[in-house]
């Protein structure tokens, strides 16, 4: 696939924590929508968790709101809606949690995260609904965003061949 043409529309997603802001922000595109921020600034969400302090996202709002939408869209949630190509953000649990926890996080919900990404649940859902062919999985944990965004560039401009299931935190299941 190495040269291929820039694809229109990609996800970047992960478990909160793993650097997509961060990595999105480095990128030179104008066409970066930050999904959290669209969700929250146009009230696109039904509930608020409040034992995860966490809003509960209207995903047929939210599609209706961005429309057809080109670019990249970051957010958690991303792999939730019609992409060229899902890019997968991954970091290392421990690492997760301390990340999480330094944002002002509580542990129980820093924990949370981390056991998310230990069972590849983000990961899972974007293959499931956008199959292997069209996911890049990134590990994130010693790489600075720059890097990151690097990777992604290397996605969008088809200079990256997808890969699922190469990052393996099942280790921090069984401590």
Known sequence: M??????E???VTGTPGTGKTAATNQLDE????HL??????HDLYT??????????TDLDAVRDHIGEWTGVLESHLAHHFEADRVVVLRCEPT?????LESRGESAAKASENAESEALDVVLSEAVDQHGEAAVYEIDTTEREPSEVADEIRAVRDG????QAGIVDFTGYLVG
Do not use: F
């Open 47 to 56: 509930d608020r968790d409040a034992d995860r302090d966490s809003l509960v």
């Open 30 to 33: 104008t066409a970066v929508t």
């Open 159 to 162: 200079d990256r061949e997808p």
């Open 95 to 99: 690492v997760l949690e301390d990340r």
């Open 2 to 7: 190495t040269g291929g043409s820039p694809t």
């Open 9 to 11: 529309r990609i996800a």
């Open 36 to 41: 959290n921020d669209v969700i929250r600034d």
